[in-house]
């Protein structure tokens, strides 16, 4: 029974951050035991010293060959890239060396999905200002993710339960948001979206788009992008037979119709903080963040680095274990 279970790349993040500690906690979940094998790439040390943290007795076992990871529930597997110093390290800070590990842990977990040695890549927290100060200019996982794996068109879905919530834009400014809600942009998104949820075994995907303006532009009264650009890009994939409702549904309204009424499995937002206020509502600490139209699965805790109490041991591990847990039910569903 062991051996059908998914092997998970886990990548350690910021290890200054809250990542190794929640990687700790989510270790120990007997939830997590259950329906995968984890490796960590990140470094011993830091590892072993969280465990420390939260108080729990676990062995980090140091693998170089991956027919060395052990399957015994008291222990955590660690490719070490032994590239973090202990004791220059400062926990709770933004610092170049802390954002350099992290990058170097998500290319050597992208690398081993790519090559079929892990079958999912799962995300802890990083600082997207240490990843800048160590000169990699990417706005995030996401974007790295993408170039790392050749990926053209990507979006990110923000999931809890029954709420999931896709993106035509994400980190770009609000005014700048408004420009790349376009056509072509918008059915791909719609596409990413579908073939998402058919991965997460959802047979018969129901979308929504939801509108730009208030009240999705009120007929042309509050802007007319509903007109011009989301009605004509909803009809053009209701022609390609995708099950979108047929018209721009109001973004102060689209999500309780998602959650309360079970009219959609998904909803896709045309800018940032429209999907991720509501997803912050709905599930503040168990949300989880994935990549979809990637060659490969990526989860990702749906939360930062938690500076201020890093080193504590009180971060919450539910968002990492709920992307474990959504990286294996994909794999499950993933065309072999």
């Not at 059908?4 to 700790?24: F, H, N, Q, R, S």
């Not at 926990?91 to 079958?119: H, K, P, T």
């Not at 999705?216 to 909803?234: C, K």
Request: aromatic share 6%; hydrophobic share 40%; net charge negative.
């Amino acid at each position: 029974m062991q051996e059908t279970k998914p092997l998970l790349a886990i990548t350690m993040g910021d290890p200054a951050g809250c990542g190794p500690e929640v990687i700790a906690k989510a270790a120990t979940s007997g939830d997590v035991q259950r329906c995968s094998k984890l490796l960590c790439v990140g470094d011993c040390e830091v590892m072993r010293r969280a465990f420390k943290i939260i108080g729990t007795d676990m062995d980090v076992i140091p693998v170089t060959d991956l027919n060395e990871v052990r399957l015994t529930p008291n222990c955590l597997n660690v490719l070490d890239l032994e590239n973090v110093d202990l004791e220059t390290l400062r926990v709770g800070e933004i610092q170049e060396s802390a954002g350099q590990a992290a990058f170097e842990y998500i290319v050597r977990g992208i690398n081993l999905a790519l090559e079929g040695v892990v079958d999912a890549v799962v995300t802890a927290p990083i600082s997207k200002e240490a990843l800048h100060l160590a000169g990699h200019r990417y706005d995030g996982h996401t974007e790295l993710f993408a170039q790392r794996t050749g990926a053209k068109d990507v979006t990110m879905m923000l999931a809890s339960g029954h709420f999931r919530v896709t993106h035509v834009s994400t980190h770009v400014s609000l005014r700048n948001a408004v420009d790349l809600c376009t056509y072509d942009r918008l059915l791909k998104v719609i596409y990413l979206t579908r073939e998402g949820l058919l991965r997460m075994g959802i047979t018969e995907p129901r979308l929504a788009v939801a509108g730009l303006n208030p009240h999705s532009g009120e007929g042309g009264i509050f802007g007319s992008e509903e007109i011009d650009i989301i009605q004509p890009t909803i009809d053009a994939a209701i022609k390609e037979r995708i099950d979108v409702y047929p018209h721009p549904v109001p973004p102060d309204t689209v999500f309780v119709r998602m959650l309360e009424n079970r009219e959609f499995d998904a909803v896709i937002a045309q800018y940032h903080d429209q999907g991720h206020i509501a997803a912050k509502i709905v599930d503040f600490w168990g949300g989880v963040n994935i990549t979809l139209g990637l060659p490969i699965i990526r989860t990702s805790v749906d939360h930062g680095t938690a500076f201020d109490i890093a080193g504590t041991g009180k971060a919450n591990p539910e968002s990492l274990v709920n992307a474990i847990k959504y990286a294996c039910t994909m794999h499950a569903h993933w065309p072999d």
